[in-house]
């Protein structure tokens, strides 16, 4: 039996932990339209998954500016090793914004 004994709320939170690149909402706008002039549509932005078929995720967590790209820890595969997982975040963050990126693990929680 599992038992919590830290504070608990009623309060709804929301939260994740990708691997892969954090920066401000300026920035990845900049990039983005830059580099996928077909992305100059703001809202277009949060479909970046779709329009560049990539399997990396994008979050918009808060309203501080912050943008982060990359894939879950969850969604790593049962044949995957934690270094070909990483690779491949790396290799698709490279294909979208066309340089290295400096990746790592993200977390964020965050109350509605």
């Given at each position: 039996?599992?038992?919590r004994t830290?504070?608990?709320?009623?309060?709804?939170?929301?939260?994740?932990?990708?691997?892969?690149?954090?920066?401000?909402?300026?920035?990845?706008g900049?990039?983005?339209r830059t580099?996928?002039?077909?992305?100059a549509?703001?809202?277009?932005t949060?479909?970046l998954?779709?329009?560049?078929?990539t399997?990396?995720?994008?979050?918009?967590?808060s309203?501080y500016?912050e943008?982060?790209?990359?894939?879950?820890?969850?969604?790593?595969?049962?044949?995957?090793?934690?270094?070909?997982?990483?690779?491949?975040?790396?290799?698709?963050?490279?294909?979208?914004f066309?340089?290295?990126?400096?990746?790592?693990?993200?977390?964020?929680?965050w109350?509605?």
């Open positions: 039996m599992k038992i830290g504070f608990v709320s009623n309060s709804s939170s929301s939260s994740f932990c990708i691997y892969g690149v954090s920066m401000d909402d300026y920035e990845f900049e990039k983005i580099l996928h002039p077909s992305l549509d703001e809202e277009c949060y479909t998954s779709e329009e560049l078929d399997n990396l995720d994008v979050q918009f967590p309203e500016g943008v982060y790209i990359g894939r879950s820890w969850a969604t790593i595969s049962d044949n995957e090793t934690g270094k070909q997982f990483k690779e491949s975040v790396e290799k698709e963050i490279e294909k979208i066309g340089e290295k990126i400096k990746c790592g693990t993200h977390e964020e929680a109350q509605g």
